[in-house]
């Protein structure tokens, strides 16, 4: 497989980097306090999430603005499976309800592609978006999902592990394997193809990119890594309602921290999700009062100032895509 | 002996007007063909009947002898069909190798020696130097070979080209006819449409004459250049000559 060893050797700089990235977040808990310890948990679960975003956002050009469908589908199904079926201990109960949250988002976003993704540009957001909205209102007004009630996840624990360390550690895996998925997806055929449809759809079709199989396997599999995510957020809050998990600031999060970053590369998404969370919790959050409004400001200021995000605004002079 | 692309008995209609009416063509293996005749002849239609964005209303299209027509463009690209369209579609945010790449990648031999394939394309079409450039900072003429060059990596039997020269000056011109004249030297067909006689004269084989969506005439360029009902119906009339 020529084209795996070529895309490996062209970003072993990346490679090392994340590794080395990997090695200091996973020694991070020692240190950090627990608030920060706090903050970074949220940093990696945001990034996490942008990144399954931008499997189709970023390298297939379609914007959903509804991503939180997948994250609140992901944490009802964990919760709902797992409360039905009581298993022990918790981890494993946590396992199987993570793998059913990655399997009714399959499902669902399998049976949406075909009418969803004939929609392009606003038209596709929007209707993401609503996909949101109606299973939101789902989740509240049908009394056997009791969302409006909320349901309660198994707590779980492992020896010697503190509670909050858990989240931390978990995300961080779940970080960089989706990190690496979407590395194996930008340098395989699809990803090349992928980023041609995003370019021009018709026209990567008459060269011969499958754009109808490309787009749904990225919506597929950006929507079960969501619902994974969510069934895992689930469990780091121990108590959901709808208003929890479905949430559209989460899916204008995903977008915002792309677009920060630098959407369409991989490094992006956790630059700005990094950026972002420093941002509103660690220096912003003294600040309770007009928190929202400079979180605003400040984002009209980066986006004017970097319109390719950061990432962008440091690769601008190289020429080098940033992988 | 088989042509490598056969035009049957096409027909197409737009809203009750015929676009094309009861053409047949040949196209044979290893030519450099030509398609010409004035505005609303039906060319363009043509080529998106043979490249799959339209479906003929009525008649065959066969490449090596295998019905193409309804198949979609997907699949006749996969069947080794190519085509460069007049305005250059490159892909801007990519660079002119990652451009020429993707027909690589997707083109008809699939995924074997995509490196190769690029970097040779990219010389071929006097590419090389500009690689590594967004391709939506290339000047006009460079567009139409990047056009050619990524069309030539997906390795197709039939290059469709559609007015490569229209709006470039003479040694541009000449740098197409050249590549041209090299794809062709390399097994590729190459089926042109073209407003530029000179250049149409020079370069092809056998030329095609649509009028009204009909073909008109068809033969080597000194007898259709003769051919009265060409000089009637496409370089004007008979008085003008």
Known sequence: ?323 | MMPLLRIERVSRHFRGVAALDDVSLDVPEGSISSLIGPNGAGKSTLFNLVSGFFRPGAGTIALRGERIDGIGPLRIARRGIARAFQIARPFPGLTVAENVRVGALFGSLGRRDVAAVTRDALTLAGLAARADQPAANLPLGHLRRLELARAIAARPMLLLADEPCAGLNRSETEEIIALLREIHRRGVAVLLVEHDMAMVMRISDRIFVLDAGSKIAEGPPEAVARDPRVIAAYLGTPEED
């Not at chain 1, 011969?208 to 950006?222: H, Q, W």
């Open chain 1, 1 to 323: 497989m020529s084209l795996w060893q070529e895309g490996i050797r062209r970003h072993r700089g990346w490679i090392a980097a994340s590794l080395l990235g990997f090695v200091v977040l996973a020694f991070a808990p020692a240190l950090l306090p627990p608030f920060y310890l706090r903050v970074g948990t949220l940093f990696l679960f945001s990034a996490a999430l942008s990144l399954s975003w931008t499997l189709l956002g970023g390298f297939a050009g379609y914007w959903s603005f509804g991503h939180t469908a997948f994250v609140g589908l992901g944490a009802f199904t964990a919760a709902l499976l797992e409360g039905a079926l009581h298993l022990h201990p918790a981890t494993l109960s946590l396992a199987v309800g993570a793998a059913a949250a990655a399997l009714a988002c399959t499902l669902l976003s399998g049976l949406l592609a075909w009418p969803i993704l004939r929609l392009r540009g606003i038209y596709f957001a929007v209707a993401m978006l609503a996909v949101a909205q109606v299973l939101a209102e789902l989740t509240s007004n049908v009394d056997a999902i009791k969302g409006a009630l909320g349901i309660v996840l198994p707590r779980v624990v492992l020896p010697g592990v503190a509670q909050h360390v858990l989240y931390y550690r978990l995300f961080l895996v779940l970080l960089f394997a989706i990190l690496a998925i979407a590395f194996a997806v930008r340098i395989s055929r699809l990803g090349q193809g992928l980023v041609s449809l995003r370019e021009d759809e018709d026209t990567a079709r008459m060269l011969g990119v499958p754009t109808e199989r490309y787009k749904i396997a990225m919506f597929v599999l950006s929507a079960a890594l969501t619902g994974l995510l969510g069934a895992v957020y689930a469990h780091s809050l121990g108590y959901i309602t709808t208003e929890s998990v479905y949430r559209t600031d989460i899916s204008l999060d995903m977008i915002v921290y792309c677009l920060l970053g630098g959407i369409g590369t991989l490094i992006g998404p956790i630059v700005g999700a990094a950026l972002m969370t420093v941002v509103t919790q660690v220096v912003l959050g003294q600040l309770l009062g007009i928190h929202m409004f400079l979180t605003g400001a400040l984002l009209v200021l980066l986006v004017l100032a970097a319109p390719a995000g950061l990432v962008g605004l440091l690769a601008r002079r190289r020429q080098v895509p940033a992988a």
